[in-house]
């Protein structure tokens, strides 16, 4: 059974960050790209940043260029998500995913999600 499972979410203040988690069982995703997403309330899910399966290449909405980073670990199978400088905007519900290609593609696995919120 495939799974990914987020950690790292919390409430911090306006201006602090923090680091998301994914950590994938059931099968390794190292040859597949994987991304994050959110959704906040009352707004459809969003994309937010995704990664090529190397690492090398990286693409964020421009929502978050430059104050998020997307990294990842292949060999413990696990996809981060660095965030900093957070803005209340960023409160949100935030979920991993990973395509089964080697470039982006629709997500075929997802995550239950973490819970981000951001205080003013």
């Known amino acids: 059974q495939v799974q990914l499972v987020e950690s790292g979410g919390g409430l911090v203040q306006a201006g602090g960050s923090l680091r998301l988690s994914c950590a994938a069982s059931?099968?390794?995703?190292?040859?597949?790209?994987m991304g994050w997403f959110r959704q906040a309330p009352g707004k459809e899910r969003e994309f937010v940043a995704r990664i090529s399966w190397s690492g090398v290449r990286t693409y964020y909405a421009d929502s978050v260029k430059g104050r998020f980073t997307i990294s990842r670990d292949n060999a413990k199978n696990t996809l981060y998500l660095q965030m900093n400088s957070l803005e209340p905007e960023d409160t949100a519900v935030y979920y991993c995913?990973?395509?089964?290609?080697?470039?982006?593609?629709?997500?075929?696995?997802w995550g239950q999600g973490t819970q981000v919120t951001v205080s003013s």
């Open positions: 059931g099968r390794t995703f190292s040859n597949n790209a």
């Open positions: 995913a990973a395509t089964t290609t080697t470039g982006w593609g629709l997500p075929r696995y």
